[in-house]
Nanobody, 123 residues
């Protein structure tokens, strides 16, 4: 599975962006999808995930109520809608895919990672 993340950019605080994670190589309909963020010099941190089995969604406390993760299995793509962006949301966003259904807030259930897309939120 190859993952291509896109949709990042520069936005003012309070604005919105939608990230896309397009998968190729095989269908990801039976893969849980996740989004993680990494700032320079820091560890990659969990942002959001959606389970393949029941579409259950999970969010970091810092983004809950502002971000929405979704998937379109027909397009083999996952999305992260980000609203009311804050400067602290700045970072490189990575999408990931894994066959597991548990512990989706951790790095290790995911087998495949995209290359990342940069989101910069100005104050």
């Amino acid at each position: 599975v190859q993952l291509q993340a896109s949709g990042g950019g520069l936005v003012q605080a309070g604005g919105s962006l939608r990230l896309s994670c397009a998968a190729s190589g095989r269908s990801v309909s039976r893969y849980s999808m996740g989004w993680f963020r990494q700032d320079p010099g820091k560890e990659r941190e969990f942002v959001a995930a959606i389970s393949w089995s029941d579409d259950m969604t999970y969010y970091a406390d810092s983004v809950r109520g502002r971000f929405t993760i979704s998937r379109d299995n027909a397009r083999n793509t996952a999305y992260l809608q980000m609203n009311n962006l804050k400067p602290e949301d700045t970072g490189v966003y990575y999408c990931a895919a894994g066959t597991g259904m548990a512990h989706l807030t951790r790095n290790w259930p995911y087998d495949y990672w995209g290359q990342g897309t940069l989101v910069t939120v100005s104050s």
